[in-house]
């Protein structure tokens, strides 16, 4: 498997960025599956695993998903002040791009729920999401992490029959990106870094 | 920087594996910025980037950091029932392994304190600690994520000058490995990935 995963680990992680516009092409068996296996070769407290993942490309069950995410992502909005897209400033490049991704959404090829079965651990699934991420971008796939929260949890757990004591808390949909991959704006390295005390940055950073 | 890191990710990610024993070794600066610059540039919601990396390699800060994790670390076995080193069984390998650790977690020779600006999205930090954990291997460094929790946060908040509106959440042990990297024990594909409903693997799983 890991003959398809060729990119240099520093080419993957310094060209990653969040793709949300895709071309039509299907996500083939072979690239799900070479995806999906580097996801569960993440690291998880005491090796439990407790990530499970749920492919969409059921252009009718897509639908449906999009509809969760999109009320999802308007009750977070909402509980932020944002009623509606008149609340949305036009030069909020980051909501903007957020908000015509909820109409967007179901347009990617595959959209992959991320489920974990330890519910007080749920976050840990995010190690397996980071390397889905870097596994599609070796492939040429573009993704990006979406929550879902809120109203959209229970409307997955409908849509897809999900056991109540699992939680849905991502989807990551992928295609092949229309636009460029990375590099993303990051902050410098000397207001993330420091050592031996809060707020000193070493000189190496 | 990325020239630094030119292991093929399939490499990196196949054969990442939790390294918990370490050559006495220094990490170099040199290493230390390549491995927090790709932990820098994972995604995070709205691209907020909340981690911040505190790099412990002084060897009475590690000491003090040593004791704080272990308080931790029992105060997770109690709430488990596990009272002391006599209730976990001589083959429970993870947790024999885990309870070693204990003893030799200042040995690592850079210790990484991993904190969350943003609290209510803390576990969001996970992305930069997997890129962290792959840029480690790539350059032939073994680390692990382990938890820093119940009485170990407010401990590490008081060595280390934290504020008060910042979460302590992991530290990763870094250091040149004793004894090999991966592959690592995982469930096989059919366990974890369903495709179009709960339950249903597809496949070319």
Redesign the interface.
């Known amino acids: 498997?890991?003959?398809?995963?060729?990119?240099?680990?520093?080419?993957?992680?310094?060209s990653?960025?969040?793709i949300r516009r895709y071309k039509p092409d299907p996500i083939s068996?072979?690239d799900?599956?070479t995806i999906?296996?580097?996801a569960?070769?993440?690291?998880s407290?005491?090796?439990q695993?407790p990530?499970?993942?749920?492919?969409?490309?059921?252009p009718e069950?897509k639908r449906r998903l999009q509809e969760a995410y999109t009320e999802g992502w308007w009750h977070r909005r909402r509980a932020a002040g944002i009623m509606g897209p008149q609340d949305i400033a036009p030069d909020d490049k980051?909501?903007q791009s957020?908000l015509r991704f909820t109409e967007e959404y179901a347009l990617a090829p595959a959209l992959v729920l991320v489920c974990s079965v330890h519910t007080h651990v749920t976050?840990?699934i995010?190690?397996a999401?980071?390397?889905m991420?870097?596994?599609a971008r070796?492939l040429g796939i573009g993704g990006?992490?979406t929550?879902i929260g809120g109203p959209a949890e229970p409307l997955t757990h409908q849509i897809?029959?999900?056991?109540d004591d699992?939680e849905v808390r991502f989807c990551v949909p992928l295609g092949y990106p229309r636009g460029h991959f990375g590099p993303?704006?990051?902050?410098p390295?000397s207001d993330?870094?420091?050592?031996?005390?809060?707020?000193k940055s070493?000189?190496?950073?």
């Open positions: 498997m890991t003959d398809r995963l060729t990119m240099p680990l520093g080419e993957a992680i310094f990653q960025r969040a068996d072979q799900l599956q999906l296996l580097a569960g070769r993440a690291p407290a005491t090796n695993q990530w499970r993942f749920l492919v969409v490309r059921n069950l980051v909501l957020a976050n840990e995010l190690t999401c980071q390397n991420l870097l596994a070796a990006t992490l929550g897809f029959g999900i056991p699992v993303a704006q990051r902050k390295l993330i870094v420091f050592e031996d005390g809060w707020g070493p000189a190496w950073a």
